[in-house]
């Protein structure tokens, strides 16, 4: 199990941990969450192994749910009186 979480980027791992209720990761490097993550590894027996196509796979799959989101503002923004909408 080690091995698969030291294929995936810190990023990544505490992204997995972040679902969870472990918590005092968020300054840890790499090393110090692999280890934190083996101490709960009943909460990530989910995460496989790290290759290039499940990285471009995980990739796409978020900039999909980005684009819905932003589709998803874009109508409500369309359906709000002009004077009412945000200006950010």
Known sequence: MEAILKSHPVA???KEISKTN???YSKMRKAEVVSLMLKHKEKFN???????QNIRN????EKEDMKKT?????EQTKNEPRNKRSKY
Request: aromatic share 10%; hydrophobic share 35%.
């Open 46 to 52: 989910h995460i496989k192994f790290n290759d290039e």
């Open 12 to 14: 990544r791992l505490k």
């Open 58 to 61: 995980i990739r796409k799959k």
């Open 70 to 74: 932003f589709r998803r503002v874009l």
């Open 22 to 24: 472990v918590k005092g």
